[in-house]
């Protein structure tokens, strides 16, 4: 009989969230960035091995809300976690327990969430013993299922989250899988491409601009080359809040915009398997963070 479990993915953020999933499904499903409040949405990863498919909820990390997407991003997380099987609790080996981490832990225990405890980056912990404190610590907060040390970097004991995972795993009710065997995720081509788009910007730009930063797909479409080769038109609006904003994307005389449309360009010729043409354009929309028409039109919304 063929079931599926679904498990989201939780924590603040910057633990290592995205990290995992890609890891775990063995695709770039998430993109990835150091700088926090990077995940907006709920990312699928997908993976199907033999009778059991396992669905992964990457969710945003839990913060302050400071707008109105931000409010959407933290209503999406707790959406995910009520509706999932199971949460995998993603937590920093390296960083003490914070207060929004005892909260959301909080918030399993008035649920009765059944929760798997991952603490990430092991592989930066030089003294291992110390490890055993942290499960001593976490234990004491709540009654985890399980407590597996991990490293989302290197791979260390990422094998026995699935094992973990499978007694979760339930008939959907027709003795099918969820999604077909063959999909790492349910995305939407034209949104993983303007994340790809986004990431680049996130690794390139200033600490706070970035979360003003919003990309679309204006157009995409199949020709060929003068070669009669396989070619991909794609134009990208990238929407930030500020006029001041606009010209350090953009960059001395295009620098920054370039690199980050090089950069993009790269990544998705090596998923297309052909050349890429994208041209990149910069508009403004003052604070539309805060504006729940464009947070919608963005496809940002928790509705």
Known sequence: MKTNVFAAIAGKAN???STLMNLLVGDKVAIVSEKPQTTRTRIRGIITRGEVQYVFIDTPGFHRAKNRLSEHMVKQARSEIAGADVVLLTV???KKISQSEKTLIDN????GTDVI???NKVDLIKDKTKILGLIEEYSLLYEFREIIPISAKTGVNTEKILSALEKYAKDSGNGEHYFPDNLSTDQAEEVWL???V???LLHSMFEEIPHGIAVEIESMEETTTNGGKPLIEISVVIVCEKASHKGMIIGKQGANLKKTGSEARLEIEGYFGCKVNMKLW???KENWRNKEALIADFGLNSD
């Open 15 to 17: 633990t290592g969230k």
């Open 92 to 94: 920093d080996g390296v």
């Open 108 to 111: 399993f225990r008035v649920l």
């Open 117 to 119: 405890l991952l603490i």
């Open 194 to 196: 303007a994340e790809i």
């Open 198 to 200: 986004r990431e680049k």
């Open 282 to 284: 910069v508009k403004v």
